[in-house]
């Protein structure tokens, strides 16, 4: 059932779970991680926090169309490191790392590297548009203008976005694998993608 047909109490509903889930919106909050029950963290400092590799879970389905218009499943890229970052074209933050994601996702590639971007809380995509033009964003980016994507995409006590921007990576096996509560340079993304670049999907 599209967003447009779903019952008017159903949109509320998501639009009020959404609005609760993301109430630190552009916050800059680069201080503990959230999340309940058992995330086996390995590592918790400045808003990053990662799961040991036998310990990770898939998320639930992340799909959905496009700001170009397309229907995108992050199941389909299996076997590749992606990187699921949470932005909308208001926020400060994802205005200032735009930049830096651009230029990793486009050098990582060629190392099996995928990025998608999730656009929430802009209603209309054509400032969503304009921002991806503005700062060379090439890769897809599902768009979850009530936040249905990010609510009910992962799991509970799993690194879940909590903010936004919010950057959650999935390992080669499409598990939840790291998570970033704050604003990313190039430097800390690297940093944070490079052991799991290394890594190998399981039985392989």
């Excluded at 898939?58 to 299996?78: C, N, Q, R, Y």
């Excluded at 656009?119 to 768009?143: C, M, V």
């Amino acid at each position: 059932m599209s967003l447009s047909r779903a019952p008017r109490g159903l949109l509320l509903t998501a639009g009020a779970v959404a609005a609760a889930l993301l109430i630190t919106a552009c916050s800059g909050d680069t201080g503990k991680s959230g999340g309940g029950g058992n995330t086996n963290f390995v590592t918790n400092a400045g808003g990053i926090s990662t799961v040991a590799k036998g310990e990770r879970q898939a998320p639930h389905s992340l799909a959905g169309e496009t700001l170009g218009g397309e229907k995108l499943d992050v199941a389909d890229f299996k076997g590749k490191v992606v990187v699921l970052n949470v932005w909308g074209s208001w926020c400060a933050p994802c205005r200032a790392e735009a930049p830096h994601f651009a230029k990793v996702a486009k050098e990582l590639k060629p190392e099996g590297v995928e990025f998608v971007g999730i656009n929430t809380r802009d209603p209309q995509k054509d400032k969503a548009l304009l921002f991806e033009e503005e700062f060379g964003i090439t890769y897809p980016s599902l768009h979850d203008p009530i936040g249905k994507i990010v609510v009910n995409g992962f799991p509970r006590g799993t690194l879940s976005p909590q903010s936004i921007p919010s950057t959650v990576v999935l390992d080669r096996d499409g598990k939840i694998a790291a998570r970033s509560l704050k604003e990313l340079g190039e430097d800390d993304l690297r940093s944070l993608l490079k052991p799991l670049i290394a890594e190998k999907a399981s039985g392989k």
